[in-house]
Nanobody, 127 residues
Framework: VHLAESGGGLVQSGGSLGLSCVFS????????LYWFRQAPGQRREAVAG???????GYADSVKGRFAISKDHAKNTLYLQMNNLKPEDAGMYYC??????????????????????WGQGVQVTVSS
């Protein structure tokens, strides 16, 4: 199984970025998919999740600005990030598990329970 993120980069505050995560060896119709982020010196944070039925959840910090989606035909997970703020900067990771799911809104890092992770992509937001 391989997860490959892309789409990170540098953007000004208030700008937008779209992240993609292409899955190989894993059908994204299974289980739950997530986007996490981690800034230097900060704890890892789940920012968005989507389950096999397409139900979505977001961290309070990104609600209304970020949108998670998936394309089964392309076996790809997306994160559209709008109105970016400097505090959104960090490494963004996609992750998945065929069985374990959790609610991002609960603000608990269950990332260690997830089997598959990408290598991460850097997002930098200038003020």
């Amino acid at each position: 199984v391989h997860l490959a993120e892309s789409g990170g980069g540098l953007v000004q505050s208030g700008g937008s970025l779209g992240l993609s995560c292409v899955f190989s060896g894993y059908a994204i119709s299974r289980g739950c998919l997530y986007w996490f982020r981690q800034a230097p010196g900060q704890r890892r944070e789940a920012v968005a999740g989507i389950d096999s039925d397409g139900r979505k959840g977001y961290a309070d910090s990104v609600k209304g600005r970020f949108a998670i989606s998936k394309d089964h035909a392309k076996n790809t997970l997306y994160l559209q990030m709008n109105n970016l703020k400097p505090e959104d900067a960090g490494m963004y990771y996609c992750a998945a598990d065929p069985v374990f799911c959790f609610r991002v809104e609960d603000n608990v890092d269950y990332g260690d329970q997830l089997r598959y992770w990408g290598q991460g992509v850097q997002v930098t937001v200038s003020s």
